[in-house]
């Protein structure tokens, strides 16, 4: 349960289909590197055909002619010619094939020997695990660079076979490690254990289930390794420790130049450029890839994305209520379109009044707590609508007023009580940091911290400050969020799910407390459930919705005894009790609509009893249909709600 | 006729019991526990996170090895690797969202079962995935489907679907679908229930949620810790239970027509590493008496068919019954 | 880490030097064949090699050889230098802590600039900052340091005559050698501290702490740092490695005498346990600096206290 509600507030699409790498090349960046690779590595496979001249060839009557640009140089010459009067332009493109030759097969040696190791050593486990783990920890535990220097400064007859060994082997370690851990990761989803249980055998497992799942980090590691190798590779002819002279080689064309480098600076600094370019360019292909396999990277930060003002309709409110919520909108753009989470979504919360709000997964109910204090995830953004605190719309407020309100005015308490504690700051650290920033002197927090500790009922409060929270339990962390968050009198408290991940004991044990805390402090408590059994227990009102939209409003009494929304209805005849022995349950038929493509009318109509064909042209706006509740259905303005009673 | 036989089985994980040393522990997440299905039948297992309740049922699909105790099928001992036996038995896991290979079509994973076990030729895999998929309530069409692109409600038909393939004669459903939304549960505990009748298939049906055990089961046992509490009919645990955590447990359940008053528990489920003496619910139970700290009670039949492991199973029995009764009287209000 | 932890890692970290030397001794013997025939020009009589032999001690079998090494290794005799006859331990440590500032300074200033771009990246992705950083992260990674070097050389020696471009003397020799390894460390500590911050920021607490309405400076200051700095220190740990080859380069190119340097040296007059002696003190350099950055990350994280041990 847990995973599919947090999954909700991210509103993310993994779309697994084997052919994402291609979807790399949609960003303009990984476009440049993929197009710049490729150029180099055409010139360096066409060096021979392309190169003007013998790069080895010397013309002791050309010695260091300027490149073309320079007043004295010539085209024939295009980047002028060395010390030795060879021409530097073609020392760079069979350097680019000496140098990408030797990166690419070091390349292809260190991935291979990594990709197997890892393979083995993260799905068997064991000793052969630790065997090859331990080789790594000695290998990464020591620069074998400089090894790698050391032996090629001593082996006789150096050819590229042996600067292809000395680079490439130590990088087995880099794949090995990356492949090993997915690999680890992978054998334990319930894919792989349910393979293992209809039967797959070991190999199998491996190869038709892990192995696809995993191969593609290697391309991504084996080109930013090229990358670093290619580096490499120039470092050791730099250091005369490359092909041996007259070969030309980046670092050597360099360290030749180096010599000359005050008549003519051009000679170290144009290979320095090729280098740069060529593993610019490997390196944005490399990323680009990165990105698809691990989308983790950039979410939104801290922006905050507000809408236009929209001019107010009606005048000031005489006795507004604690919070309203009107014509609310929130959508989450992404790469697969727009999300709908919140449509038009309006309600009122009295002082003191504790609303239930209750809905599936995908209706839109965290969203629009996240939006009552402004801490929408980007790009997700309010398109519309207002919020008033105390007759305050917080959409249009600015970051510093909204700063103000969080903490003093709101407080919220989340699903996960585990998750929202800092992991590697005490409970105490954050209880104090907490009460400064409400206004508590510095003085009296170490008290006030062990008073709101026990109200919340932590049995040893002084022993609790010292702990971290992984070393309490969910509930005794839920407790802590719970104290942190009414430490400040907040006038509104919304707890978004706060129980959910808790065992059912407990669960009963932190909501009765916290209910009770919030009668007794005439807060307003906004109950943020996909349990409508629960909420039923503490609400006084219930506010139902599905697909982002409203359906339902109401005391809830009323919405429970006799709900006016056919889902409602149909939600409560859905869930299995525990005191009676039911025959079969009235399951809802079919799956809430995709947010991405909403359909016209009325978003239950695909699933609904009593669908008329109003239902499918026109979404119903909310009317009170009794004091105080309020439905969003044709039935109601088309009079047949009695059928739902039937 | 007898399906699965679980006869004394203990399971012991090592762990590192304090910060700083590399002295390490035993975790002991089954306690000897003993239980029968039998065919076609659905054994409840119900439980707080942590009582052993998963760890119990991939012992009984043989993804983890008893540190002592037998498990039997049909009588018969099998080793884990043995196709009969992953032929028998299958399992269904929580998390829809891991439990189809994502470099798989739909069609694809439904084949391996069938390839795996030569169940059908060659010729046939085709026809008989479009059965494995109607049976589940999916079109044909999913079958070119990634996992991705499906729904948590469908990608479960696929799980059941998966499972079906081998014909097995048990299936183990851990926390099936307590991932899914309440308006799409209804439907896979529908589909569950339809294709026990149909095929005869037992269920042993994990789950933390007493309202979905009551409904899916015949019968139902309750884990406190390691241990079975008490074993009983559906109706009779659900209504007249005899052991004091069992009526925490229904108290602690929301229920739409208002609260349940009675026997709360205070405070939370103690260290699995780390258990109380005696009966090991006796630090949070509110009938627990000198006894208890010191003598850990047995699994025994108190009433025909129902069995608790508590000192005073009786006068738990009575006090439940009048709470039941109160419980009527308001619901007809 | 107590007592029985501390002992087990200190065991590690002697297993670790002990594989790198006889890695590093067979290795070189294997690719070398008979240093008394590399130390001798070509076509020195069999007899003048024989005495060679003798006199640097490679006449007995290689495995007496190993045995030899290790037991005076030991006892911090090294050997003595094929060439002018010094005791190599002495010349390593003479050179070790040159090298050891260079790094440092390296290390912390790459560190900080990592904590503050990354953070100020993250905070705002794909925003200005965002862009100018990963786009400078990007063209420095993809820049070798033994180029940037003679770039910097060029420019602000050659040209503008600001800093020396040889030699350690005063803080001025410091400040190319320095750059260009920062230049060098920095963009990849860059890009993993952005991407650490990114998704601290999306986790959960840091939500809750601004719902608390902490300050902007104390969710990214503080929650941020503690915790998006954990995988840092563990590349830092990761890239001493490369920080080392960097250094040899760096070390050859403005003629800082530091261990890079002298192996470079020792490599051209062939001076074989010049070669061996300083792979060992960097190899222990290292495994000490690794069990350094392991402890570091056991005090600042809390849960693998616990967990690891």
Redesign the interface.
């Known amino acids: ?1 847990t ?2 509600i947090a999954s909700e507030s991210q509103l993310e699409s ?5 052919s994402r790498l291609l979807s790399t090349f949609k960003s303009p960046l990984a476009l440049a590197g993929l197009v710049g690779t490729t150029l180099i590595a055409l010139a360096a496979v066409f060096a021979p055909a392309l190169a003007p001249h013998d790069p080895t060839g010397q013309n002791l009557s050309q010695i260091l002619a300027p490149p073309f640009w320079d007043q004295a140089g010539t085209l024939e010459f295009a980047l002028g010619t060395d010390g030795l009067g060879r021409d530097v332009l073609s020392r760079i493109l069979y350097g680019a094939r000496n140098s990408l030759t030797i990166s690419f097969f070091a390349m292809l040696l260190g991935s291979t020997l990594g990709l197997i190791t890892g393979l083995l050593a993260g799905f068997f486990g064991g000793r052969l695990d630790s065997v090859i783990m331990r080789l790594g ?2 290998q ?8 790698a ?3 090629l ?4 007859n150096r050819s590229a076979w042996h600067i292809i060994v000395v680079l490439g082997i130590p990088g087995w370690i880099i794949y090995a490690r990356v492949v090993r851990s997915r690999v680890m990761a992978e054998k334990e ?13 070991k190999w ?1 497992r491996l190869f ?2 892990v192995f ?2 995993v191969w593609q980090v290697v391309p991504v590691i084996a080109l930013l390794d090229f ?1 670093f190798l290619i ?2 590779e ?2 050791l002819s ?2 005369g420790l490359g092909l041996p002279p007259p070969a030309a080689t980046w ?1 050597g064309i ?1 360290a030749e130049g ?1 010599r000359n ?2 008549v003519s ?1 051009w000679l ?2 144009l ?2 450029i090729a ?6 360019s490997i ?2 292909l490399g ?1 680009g890839m990165a990105k698809v396999i691990d989308p ?8 905050r994305l507000r809408p236009e003002p929209t001019p107010r309709a009606d005048g000031p409110d005489e006795a507004p209520p604690l919070l309203r919520v009107r014509n609310l909108s929130v959508e989450f753009p992404d790469a697969n379109g727009t999300i709908s989470a919140v449509r038009n979504v309006g309600f009122d919360l009295q002082r003191g009044e504790i609303l239930g709000v209750v809905g ?2 995908g209706s839109g109910k965290s969203v629009t707590a996240s939006a009552i ?1 402004q ?1 929408i ?1 980007p790009p997700g953004r309010v398109t519309s609508g207002e919020i008033l605190l105390d007759g305050e719309d917080v959409v249009q407020a600015s970051d510093r007023r909204m ?6 005015s ?3 308490i ?1 699903q ?1 009580p585990t ?7 005490t409970v105490g650290y ?1 209880m104090r ?2 009460l400064r ?2 206004g508590i002197q510095n003085r009296d927090v170490k008290d006030t911290v062990v008073r709101v500790l026990t109200t919340v009922g932590i049995p040893d409060p002084k022993r609790v400050v010292r702990q ?1 929270p ?2 309490l ?1 969910g ?2 962390n839920q407790r802590v ?1 719970t104290a ?2 009414l430490a ?1 009198q907040p006038r509104l408290l919304i707890a978004d799910e706060p129980t959910t991940a808790l ?7 932190i909501l009765t407390e916290l209910v009770d805390l919030a009668r007794s402090r005439e807060i307003s408590l906004l109950l943020i459930t ?5 909420v ?2 503490y609400a006084d009102r219930i506010l139902v919705l599905y697909a982002g939209e409203v359906c339902e409003n109401g005391p809830t009494s009323r919405v ?1 005894s006799d709900p006016a929304h056919p889902y409602t209805r ?3 005849e ?9 025959d ?6 079919g ?2 609509p995709d947010p991405r493509a909403l359909p016209i009318g009325c978003p239950f109509a695909a ?1 609904c009893l009593h669908v008329m064909d109003i239902c499918r042209v026109e979404d119903p706006s909310p009317v009170e249909i009794a004091s105080g509740q309020w439905t969003a259905c044709h039935l109601w303005t088309e009079d047949r709600a009695e059928v739902m009673r039937s | 006729m007898t399906l699965l036989e679980v006869t004394d089985v203990t399971k012991g994980f090592e762990v590192r019991t304090r910060r700083f040393t590399r002295a390490k522990g035993t975790l002991t997440a089954v306690k000897s526990v003993s239980l029968q299905i039998e065919a076609g039948e659905t054994l409840g297992l119900v439980g707080e996170s942590g009582c052993g309740k998963s760890t119990l049922g991939r012992m009984v699909v043989r993804l983890l090895e008893p540190t002592s105790g037998e498990v039997r099928l049909s009588g018969v001992l099998y080793d884990s690797d043995d196709p009969v036996l992953r032929r028998s038995v299958q399992i269904i896991f929580q998390d829809p969202y891991t439990s189809l290979p994502p470099k798989m079509t739909v069609g694809r994973i439904l084949a391996e079962p069938l390839l795996i076990h030569r169940i059908v030729p060659e010729g046939q895999i085709e026809s008989r995935v479009r059965q494995l998929l109607s049976d589940v309530g999916l079109k044909p069409e999913h079958a070119n489907s990634y996992g991705s692109e499906l729904s948590g409600g469908q990608r479960q038909r696929v799980s059941i679907a998966r499972a079906l393939a081998v014909e097995p004669e048990l299936i183990v459903a851990d926390e099936a679908v307590s991932a899914l939304d309440v308006s799409v549960q209804a439907q896979i505990l529908n589909l569950m229930r339809d294709l026990q009748e149909q095929r005869g298939i037992a269920y042993l049906f994990i789950s933390h949620d007493l309202g979905v055990v009551r409904y899916m089961s015949h019968r139902i046992a309750v884990m406190y810790l390691g241990e079975i509490v008490e074993l009983g009919t559906a109706d009779d645990v659900s209504e007249n239970s005899l052991h004091p955590y069992t009526n925490a447990l229904l108290s602690a359940v929301p229920s739409i027509h208002g609260h349940v008053s009675g026997s709360r528990v205070e405070s939370e489920p103690p260290d699995p590493a780390n258990p109380p003496s005696g009966c090991s619910f006796h630090p949070r139970c509110s009938w627990a008496q000198d006894v208890c700290a010191v003598d850990s009670p047995q699994l025994i039949e108190w009433r025909p068919g129902q069995r608790a492991a508590c000192h005073f199973a009786l006068e738990v029995f009575e006090s439940s019954r009048e709470r039941r009764h109160d419980q009527a009287t308001r619901g007809e209000n | 880490m107590r007592g029985r932890a501390l002992l087990i890692r200190f065991v590690q970290m002697v297993f670790v030097v002990v594989a790198v030397v006889t890695i590093a001794f067979f290795v070189l013997r294997i690719a070398t064949g008979d240093p008394a025939r590399l130390v001798n020009p070509p076509g020195t009589p069999e007899e003048i090699i024989a005495q060679t032999r003798a006199q640097i001690g490679t006449d007995v079998s290689i495995w007496q050889q190993y045995v030899d090494y290790l037991s005076g290794a030991v006892t911090g005799d090294l050997g003595t230098s094929f060439r002018g006859a010094q005791p190599v331990a002495d010349a390593v440590l003479r050179a070790l802590p040159n090298t050891l500032i260079l790094a440092g300074l390296t290390v912390s200033i790459s560190a900080v600039l990592a904590i503050g771009f990354g953070a100020l990246a993250a905070w705002r992705p794909e925003g200005l900052i965002d862009r100018l950083v990963l786009g400078f992260a990007a063209v420095a990674q993809a820049t070798p340091a033994f180029w940037l070097a003679v770039v910097l050389i060029l420019v602000f020696s050659i040209n503008l005559g600001w800093f020396p471009a040889i030699d350690m003397r005063g803080w001025r020799s410091f400040v190319l050698p320095v750059t260009t390894l920062v230049l060098s460390l920095s963009p990849i500590l860059v890009r993993t501290a952005r991407q650490s911050f990114a998704e601290t920021l999306s986790e959960d607490y840091i939500k809750a702490a601004r719902a608390r309405g902490l300050p902007t400076w104390r969710v990214l200051g503080i929650h941020g740092v503690k915790s998006a700095a954990l995988p840092l220190i563990t590349l830092v740990g990761l890239q001493l490695g490369f920080l080392l080859a960097g250094a040899v380069v760096v070390e050859a190119i403005f003629n800082w005498p530091g261990i890079g340097k002298l192996i470079l040296d020792s490599l051209a007059s062939r001076d074989f346990p010049m070669i061996q002696g300083g792979i060992l003190v960097a190899a222990m350099v290292f495994v000490i600096l690794n069990f350094i950055v392991d402890m570091l990350y056991a005090v600042l994280d809390p849960r693998v206290g616990a967990a690891q041990a």
Request: hydrophobic residues 45%; proline residues 7%; without cysteine.
């Open positions: 349960m995973d599919l993994t779309t697994d289909r084997p920890d000695v990464l535990a020591f620069p074998f660079i400089l090894l220097i050391a032996v400064g001593v082996v006789p989803k319930n894919y792989v254990v349910a393979a293992r249980a209809t039967g797959a055998s199998r038709i289930y696809p799942s990358g580096i490499m120039s470092t730099f250091l670092g360099l180096r480098m005050i600076p170290p600094i290979p320095g280098i740069v370019l060529t593993v610019l390196n944005l990323d983790s990277g950039a979410k939104g930060g801290f922006r599936e997964s204090v801490l995830d700063r103000q309100l969080r903490g003093h709101v407080a919220m989340f996960n998750a929202s504690l800092n992991p590697v700051l954050q940091e907490a920033t409400i971290y992984f070393e339990s509930g005794m969020m942190m968050a400040a065992d059912t004991t407990t669960q009963e044990q996909h349990d409508i059994a629960l039923s227990q429970i149909a939600l409560l859905s869930v299995p009790r525990v005191e009676v022995r039911s079969r349950l009235q399951a809802i038929p799956e809430p699933r």
